[in-house]
């Protein structure tokens, strides 16, 4: 008799175990899904104002003018190259970096700041990576704002 019921139950331990490991791996892959998302959500456009600032600060005018999306042979409009020297030449701060990120729906704003110098933030829009001055130091409208919250948790 002791045969009998000694298996009694099994299969039902086994399958609560099976659903614990379960819902915990769905739990963590959301977790990292949430993250990896707030993580490169902006990557591409981050990159872009990341080369922009490597080439001010190597001096390479014209290459960072051509990033900006401007050539001698298709120069902007309203952004000559002259006045871009004025604005990032080598009068200005050296040292640029990306202080800040905040994606926005149809872009990023990226705000970089150098060593005695303002915070300025740039425009990137998504698809067409035209780079150009942010009207507003953060993306406007309600929205959650979790990369914030996180980096004000941390101390940040």
Not at 62 to 72: E, F, H, K, L, M
Request: proline residues 4%; glycine residues 10%; hydrophobic residues 35%.
């Amino acid at each position: 008799m002791s045969g009998y019921l000694q298996d009694y139950g099994a299969g039902e331990e086994r399958r609560s175990r099976l659903i614990k490991r379960l819902v915990v791996a769905l739990l963590s892959l959301l977790i990292v899904g949430f993250f990896g998302y707030e993580f490169f959500q902006n990557y591409s456009e981050e990159r872009l104002v990341k080369q922009f600032i490597s080439e001010l600060n190597a001096a390479h005018y014209q290459a960072a003018y051509q990033t900006w999306g401007c050539s001698d042979a298709h120069p902007c409009r309203d952004y000559s190259y002259q006045r871009f020297l004025e604005d990032w030449g080598p009068s200005k701060q050296a040292g640029w970096k990306v202080a800040d990120v905040d994606g926005c729906p149809t872009g990023a704003i990226v705000t970089v700041s150098a060593p005695g110098a303002e915070k300025m933030p740039l425009w990137v829009e998504r698809g067409t990576s035209s780079l150009t001055f942010s009207p507003w130091p953060e993306c406007q409208g309600k929205r959650w704002r979790f990369r914030q919250f996180f980096k004000n948790l941390m101390g940040g």
